[in-house]
Structures are given as C-alpha cells and as structure tokens.
C-alpha cells in the first residue's frame, strides 16, 4: 500500500515557509487552482522545483486541494492522511481517541473524516505526538468536537464548559512550548494546549477495552516527543522520531538529538513484532510518510546507526562542519533520503547531525 506524500519534509516550518508549502502542494499533485495569493500558475511549479521565497510567507498554508482520508490498520486503529502529514484514531464503544490534529486548515476536514467512520461516537481524548503547528494545529477544533467526562467536584469547580471539549495530553515539554512564542511564530491559542501533561517515562489511559501508552523519547525529534502504543491493537503512532521521507529531523533549537532519535527507533522496535517473513506484526504509522512494519523502521534505524557512526568517527578525526559535507558521508542514502531544495535538506540535516554529535542537550528528562 503507497500513499501520496510529499517527498519533502514538511514539519514545524510549514506555517511560516511559503517555499516548503509550495514544494508540499507540487508533491500531492495540488499545484493548480489554487486561488487567493497563489504566485501564478505555471511559474516555476513543476515538478516540484517552486523557487525559493516566493510568496505565501506568513500566511496559512493553502490546503484547499488536500484531502483528508483514512486506512484500517488493525483492531480499532485507523491512520490518518492529510497530504504530506499523518494522525490516527481509535475508535470504540466507549468513543475516539485522536493522535495529533494535523495542520489547523485540515482540522475540518479530519473532523468529517472521523465522523465517517465513528458516526456521533464522542471524541474523548486527543494525545499529541509533540508540540509541532503539523500535529497540533487541530487541537483547538478537533477537542472542541469532543467532549469530555467530568462529575463530582471538577464540574462542580469549572462549570459545564469543562465538559464540552475533549481533553488534550501531551508531554510537559510540549505545553512548556506551546505556553510561549517559538522564534517568530506566536503561541498558539489556549485552547490549543494541552489540559494534561506528564513528566514521566509514560502516561497510561485504558479506553476502548484497550491499554494505550504514551512513551516518552528524550531529546529526539525535540524534547517533548512521545510515541503512542495501542497495546491490543498492537499499533505504534510514532510522531516524527520516525519519518519515512528523509532523513531524521531534528530540531536541535527544541531539544532534539541524533543520538535521541536512534534511541526512539530502538524503543520502537522493542515493541514491535513481525509476522511470518517480516512482513505484517505491529504496525507502525509515521510522523510523514507511508504506513509501516518492522522491518521498515529497522531499515530505518540501521540507516541511522550507520549515518550517526560515520559522523561520529568524522568528529574524532576532527573534521570541520564543511568537511564533513564535502566528504558525502551521506551518498549512498542520498537517493532515498536526500533533498537540495525544500524544508528538510541533506545539509540541513548533516548540519543538525553534526551539531547534535558534537554538543549532545542537556537531558530532558528525569529518566
Ligand atoms: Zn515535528
């Protein structure tokens, strides 16, 4: 099973860059028609080579042409795809539990999708993967199509309003971030914050006869980041420690790590099971990109190991930023994984990368 997704890595940057927009919507074939500040059709579109800069900055993202859809993928778990970014839901008697909300255009869109497949069943619970405007732009539309369970003292205290939303959990790290501006993009509303956090390894909820894990990953996409595993399902919701269209992004501004992210992907596949000759078992949805299974993300996470080793060495034989570039430690992934235009590109990662080696964070968490 392929899906449509756009072979450039459009994260946390999307809301401000107009260039990666324009990139995004060439990769899902949604280059046309596309009204209200545009540039003109026919400039520089095709074929994914939209020139740098070009407008669209500081606006919303244009999702007119992207759809939302979904895919089954065991027991009660559903992925879903909004272009270039994924989310999931489960879904059972006792209601919807949402992981991420997509970018805020889509959320209507995710909604509708949702109600397709779980009728007027109550959005209880939205998890977020991590703090990025990809995975949370929803937050505020999505939880307020839910609503949550409240009684004694609580309803009592906060009124009915409390009752009217679905609640929000995320890591601490996430609404620590959200809570203030992010370079220059503003923080997002209140309503958009989680309304339970944790500071722990791991954060529990049995719903839908189900066991559902949120596991923390320090100091890899960014400080805040968790994977989702629903435990009977047997579906891991990865957010973006694992991406299958480039390579790892890490955002070391909020935290991340190489280092952090290869320790994610290990994490990962200590859960996950193969089926019979590695194909099929424990399924596992990506932050971006297609649905996935265990030998997927070990590929990935070999990938990673051999990159970061590499890297590693060049550091010990001190080699500069630049000569670590000029040397292609990268070219045999290149291919796959490589980009020269574009959010996410192989310097910008050989730059994170290198960087990442050289200054691990500071440990984010009290594990
Ligand atoms: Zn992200």
Known sequence: MVLIVSTVAVTM?????GRAQQNQAAGAGGGQGRQGGAPPVGQGRQGGAAPAGQGRQGGAPNMDNVEVHSLHVSGNVWMLVGGFVNAAVQIGDEGVLVVDTMVEPLADKMIAEIRKLAGDKPIRYVLNTHVHPDHTGGNVKVAAAGESIVGGNFAAQVGAAAANS?????HENVQVRMSQPQGNQPSPPFAAWP??????DEKEVYFNGEAVLMLHQPNAHTDGDVIVFFRKSDVVVAGDVFVTTTFPIINLQQGGSLNGIVAALNNILDITVPREKQEGGTYVIPGHGRLTDEADVVDYRDMVTIIRDR?????????TLEQVKAARLLRDYEGRYGATQGFWTTDAFIEAAYKSLSQPPAVSSNR
């Open 13 to 17: 940057l999307l809301a401000v860059s």
């Open 166 to 170: 679905a609640q929000i959990w995320a």
């Open 195 to 200: 309304t339970d956090t944790f500071f722990t």
């Open 311 to 319: 890297f590693q060495d060049a550091i010990k034989k001190g080699m």
